[in-house]
């Protein structure tokens, strides 16, 4: 059974980061669920190409990435886009 959601809820695009393909998949296939357009995308520069093509609404970044940190990445995406709320996430206890 599909959780109802509000129209809006329903266009919205949301940009997922991360470096595991699995932890990606798994969020996009769960975020579809409640009637959001998921964009993935496996590093912070892939995301930043995505964010600069598509209007996004919500961004959810791993911290740990190799290349460029989640922190890297939302300096360069405030740049981009300065209101785009940003969630960060990380599979350890040890973020700075």
Known sequence: MTPSVGKA???AVLL???DSPDLLECEKAFLE???Y???TAPSGSKGLELA???AVDVVIVDYFMP???GHEFVVEMRRL???APIIMLSGT???P
């Open 93 to 95: 206890v040890d973020v």
């Open 16 to 18: 997922c980061i991360d």
């Open 67 to 69: 290349e460029m940190n």
């Open 37 to 39: 357009t998921v964009l």
């Open 52 to 54: 600069s093509i598509h």
């Open 9 to 11: 809820q329903q266009t």
């Open 33 to 35: 669920t409640f009637g």
């Open 81 to 83: 886009s300065p209101q």
